[in-house]
């Protein structure tokens, strides 16, 4: 038994030399020989083999990814074997495969790094927040690469991806708060940034190259993550989940308006209309001339039969944006409602001689609503004219107007 032993050992030790020479030659099919050889004794195999084994892998890998051939599936293959190893020898106490595989690695991450942040710019960002899981996957102790991963995902409408990394950030309570250190350059008077590297810039400004050294605070993104949360499990109609992100992103950023619409998306979604309110109104101490919030109350009135607040709501709107189409086309909208109780008053009418004077005044009235009804309307098609149902409701007011 002990004579197998060593001489699977004897074994293992030329195949992992021959792997050696065969990675230098590039010889690929040799090296996935000997590799698929070496996984099967891996259970009899010395730690220091096994960090070999791991080692050699990895460097196939990487070669197969940079060469072009299934560059996705070699790369995430190559990853979990450099993980595999540094995590191996942390756990055997050794270093001796982890002193060259650490270049590897940063190599290997400056590279994809690279390819993200490019088609990120190309705009293919289903592809860049692909690559930044890779970069994350890669470096674990850099989180904020998983955080660009859902970010892009979000560019790229890939919801699903993206609540999964986005709620991987929340587990790992990533906040994204950071110093940017930075300094003007003396050659080009710009303002230039040493990114975390407060040493660098010190540097810099020591030796002459740089001037006015400043600190850029970068807050935190917890509130970009909850509310992006929010967002998507409001299109998936998963309330309940959506009400904790919601509320979390409200309560830490109270100046950003985008968590108090989401909250009240959340409340009008759900029928709860009397926080929708309480919510609302708080917001507009906070956001007086707010079109969104101010719309939104106007609507919520508007529905609540409660047409003097909600005209109010809509001139707020106007007073700040004159242009805003939908306001003008629901004061146009409320002023035409006028016409169903006068018109049922003229119905109500006798035939007779002397109702008529009562029916011409009626008349008048009738005329005053269409014409108040489409001034409103008039000024809305002036900033939008594709509308075609406002457009052919200004033809039958106009019609009615002048055969009146």
Known sequence: MFLITCSSSFAQKEELKEIEKQLKKNNKTEIQNL??????????????????????????????????????????????????????ENETKSKRYTTDALPLKNQLLAKIVDEAIATNKGSNFKKSSRLFEQAYNLNTTDTVYLYYAASDAVNAKDYDFAESKFKDLVKLNFDGKSNTYVATSQINGKVESFGTDKKARDLAVKTGTHVQPDLI?????????????????????????????????????????????????????TNRLD????????????????????????????????????????????????????????????????????TNKINALPNTNASNKKRSDLMIEKKAVYQNALNFYLKAQKVNMNDEGLNDLIRQIESFLNEN
């Open 35 to 88: 590799l698929t050889t070496l996984e099967s004794k891996l259970n009899i195999a010395s730690d220091d083999q096994k960090a070999a084994y791991y080692f050699y892998k990895s460097q196939h890998e990487i070669n197969l990814s940079n060469e072009g051939i299934d560059v996705d599936e070699n790369r995430t293959k190559a990853i979990e074997t450099l993980n595999q190893l540094l995590k191996f």
């Open 217 to 269: 605070e970068n807050k935190s993104v917890k509130p970009v993550i909850y509310n992006n949360l929010t967002q998507i499990l409001l299109n998936k109609q998963n309330y309940s989940e959506a009400e904790q992100f919601a509320l979390k992103a409200v309560d830490l950023d109270k100046d950003n308006v985008n968590s108090l619409l989401n909250v009240l998306t959340l409340f009008y979604n």
């Open 275 to 342: 926080k929708f309110e309480e919510y609302a109104e708080k917001g507009l101490e906070r956001f007086p001339k707010n079109e969104a919030l101010l719309y939104n109350l106007a609507v919520i009135n508007l529905g609540n039969n409660n047409a003097p607040v909600s005209i109010s709501y809509f001139e707020r709107i106007l007073k700040e944006n004159p242009n805003h189409f939908e306001a003008l086309k629901a004061l146009g909208n409320i002023e035409l409602q006028k016409d169903a109780d006068v």
